[in-house]
């Protein structure tokens, strides 16, 4: 059955969903070296007697240097399109790698860091923004979720890696875990090579041809091909009944003007759109995952559990139930909706905050006797929190910031959101261990059941629903005013104020 757009909602796309996949490969890179810090850590700071003000910078420092690449690669992926962007951000994690798997001393490891950390940001920004562009409306919440799903899976590796080369001599068994992910970044780097380009990009480049070719690859029919070729030309800037193999790219072409545009001089609708995407972003990490992913051992060891063994294992918990959730998620994105799924999450993240930091504080104020009952409510509320924020708030940020702008402000609106999630990531993985120092631990979590609350209102207030509608027709969503004329067209930034 044919829907709005010539979209046909009853076929599956096999080739874009394994282009989505391979593109969302480095996400898994990413997750990894993610997840297995948290347990490296405890190893690091014994081997390299290093203080808690330095386990702090080493977690942090990460997304500090992600903020930098993403938005370098918002204008990166505007020159030399979003494939060899994705290659990149390949080549930079392995450098990143190789130097954290050798690192004789602090200043290498954390320069290994560093570097791999650029390359998180690439792979952050470039990878969400892949998958929808060239995924049919139909199937685009699924596709533009899996690189949140990898992450999730790279995580989970991470954990496991943690579990098995930590039975390894101390000096080996750190360097092992994060020098190993410098294999799957080198077979990325060329298997990326045989994907195609971004039909999307390939217009704004004024290669029609090419683009219509990839389009006809990656829709379910023809007639969708044909429709989102239309939509995609007008998006560009190009006149709709134009033939042309090859155009002269648009006014608006590798990032010029763009930033005004955003920033200087937004239409209403790109207002709104920039809030919605740099709210949802913020809140992702406001809300506690990172604190929650990166010092798991931390507080489980607080709730009671003290057997490195058990701290590991525990902790693999955390992984496995994040991988379950957002599996669980991709295949409910295009049936309940964005809108649904995130207020349901975010209701239940702070239902689990709030038990987990009441449990935390039994622990503390009765810190002379075990308390099992708290030990028991810590590690099922971790684990429901993470659910929750697994099946909604986690996938949906990346689905929903990646699809609400339009096609030329799309990477560099993108790359705007993912630094502010990379800030927000940052600000929490480095000074976790000093405020809950300053309010307890359990109020730390309290804390963040607060911003939970206002996340929830945020999203209920300024987050319109997208399933169903294509990258074309989204931004009418955000408009006050739609005009029908318009519907199914994307509408562009004035030309003169470029």
């Known amino acids: 059955m044919a829907t709005e757009g010539g979209e046909n909602q009853t076929n599956f796309?096999?080739?874009a969903c394994s282009c989505a996949l391979i593109a969302s490969i480095i996400s898994i890179i990413f997750g990894y070296d993610t997840g297995v810090m948290s347990g490296a850590m405890i190893f690091i700071k014994e081997d390299l007697a290093i203080s808690d003000v330095q386990v702090e910078v080493l977690a942090?420092?990460?997304?500090?240097?992600?903020?930098?690449g993403s938005l370098a690669a918002g204008r990166t992926s505007d020159y030399i399109g979003r494939r060899y962007t994705i290659a990149l951000a390949s080549v930079i994690f392995l450098l990143g790698a190789i130097l954290m798997g050798y690192a004789p001393n602090y200043t290498i490891l954390v320069t290994g860091r560093c570097t791999a950390g650029v390359g998180m940001g690439f792979a952050l920004m470039i990878a969400p923004v892949y998958s929808?562009?060239?995924?049919?409306?139909?199937?685009?919440?699924?596709?533009t979720s899996l690189p949140e799903l990898c992450i999730s899976f790279g995580i989970l590796l991470g954990y496991t890696s943690n579990y098995f080369f930590g039975k390894l001599t101390l000096r080996l068994?750190?360097?092992?875990?994060?020098?190993?992910?410098?294999?799957?970044?080198?077979?990325?780097?060329?298997?990326?090579?045989?994907?195609?380009?971004?039909?999307?990009?390939?217009?704004?480049?004024g290669r029609l041809r090419d683009a219509r070719k990839i389009l006809l690859l990656v829709s379910n029919s023809k007639e969708e091909a044909e429709s989102r070729f239309q939509d995609i030309k007008v998006a560009a800037g190009i006149d709709a009944n134009c033939i042309e193999d090859i155009v002269k790219p648009p006014s608006i072409h590798h990032g010029q003007g763009v930033w005004k545009e955003l920033l200087i001089r937004p239409t209403p609708t790109v207002r709104w759109i920039l809030v919605a995407a740099i709210g949802i972003h913020f809140f992702e990490h406001a809300t506690g995952i990172e604190a929650v992913v990166l010092y798991s051992p931390r507080i489980f060891n607080k709730a009671g559990v003290t057997s490195k063994n058990k701290l590991l294992l525990a902790t693999v918990g955390v992984g496995v139930t994040k991988t379950t959730f957002i599996l669980i998620a991709t295949f409910f994105l295009d049936r309940i909706g964005r809108r649904r799924l995130l207020l349901t999450s975010v209701g239940g993240m702070i239902v689990a905050l709030t038990g987990l930091g009441f449990a935390l504080t039994m622990?503390?104020?009765?810190?002379?006797?075990?308390?099992?009952?708290?030990?028991?409510?810590?590690?099922?509320?971790t684990y429901t929190y993470v659910a929750f924020f697994s099946i909604?708030?986690?996938?949906?940020?990346?689905?929903?910031?990646?699809?609400?702008?339009p096609l030329k402000l799309r990477a560099q609106g993108a790359s705007i959101g993912v630094a502010v999630n990379?800030?927000?990531?940052?600000?929490?993985?480095?000074?976790?261990?000093?405020?809950?120092?300053?309010?307890t631990i359990g109020g730390v979590f309290f804390m963040f059941a607060g911003v939970s609350v206002v996340a929830?209102?945020?999203?209920?207030?300024?987050?319109?629903?997208?399933?169903?509608?294509?990258?074309?027709?989204?931004?009418?969503?955000?408009?006050?005013?739609?005009?029908?004329?318009?519907?199914g067209i994307e509408i562009q930034p004035l030309s003169n104020n470029v």
């Open 13 to 15: 796309n096999k080739y």
């Open 422 to 439: 990379r800030l927000m990531n940052a600000t929490v993985s480095m000074s976790f261990i000093s405020i809950y120092k300053a309010i």
């Open 60 to 68: 942090g420092i990460l997304n500090i240097c992600a903020l930098v």
């Open 363 to 381: 622990v503390e104020q009765h810190s002379e006797e075990k308390l099992f009952w708290a030990l028991c409510l810590s590690i099922v509320c």
């Open 392 to 405: 909604g708030l986690g996938p949906i940020t990346w689905v929903y910031s990646s699809e609400i702008f």
């Open 173 to 205: 068994g750190w360097r092992m875990m994060l020098g190993i992910a410098a294999i799957p970044s080198l077979a990325l780097a060329f298997g990326i090579l045989k994907m195609p380009e971004s039909p999307r990009w390939l217009a704004l480049e």
């Open 456 to 487: 929830w209102w945020f999203f209920f207030f300024l987050l319109p629903e997208t399933k169903g509608k294509s990258l074309e027709q989204i931004e009418t969503l955000f408009s006050r005013n739609p005009k029908p004329k318009t519907e």
């Open 132 to 143: 929808a562009e060239i995924s049919s409306p139909s199937t685009r919440g699924l596709l």
